[in-house]
């Protein structure tokens, strides 16, 4: 499906944590915040090179460790107003998505985005 940016978006994480399915990670924080977005895990990679939210969907979970269940990057995606995009896949409130300019991908949060 093709959304048209109702509100541009700049990521806040320069490094995204981005894993490999099999990888085992160290599991943080639910994600609380104002916008209610439900099931976000902070992760961190084992040798402390990345870190990042993670939905809890992509994890099997076990004391303060998880296993990721599929190949998974915390990118987000840089967009200017008016700009349009495909939406791939859809997770907790966020969109996978690729911008028709340029072919560039990331996730973007689904309320910024009109169908």
Known sequence: ???KVAEAHESNYPNPITIKKGTKVKVGD???GPENWEKWRYCYTLDNGTEGWVPEQLLVIENEYGIILED???KE???E???IVKGIK???G???CVKLIDNDEGWLPK???RS
């Open 72 to 74: 998974y990057t915390a």
């Open 111 to 113: 309320e910024k985005l």
């Open 30 to 32: 639910k994600y609380n």
């Open 77 to 79: 995606l840089n967009v």
């Open 1 to 3: 499906m093709y959304y």
């Open 90 to 92: 859809e997770l907790n």
């Open 81 to 83: 107003k008016n700009e």
């Open 94 to 96: 966020w969109l996978w």
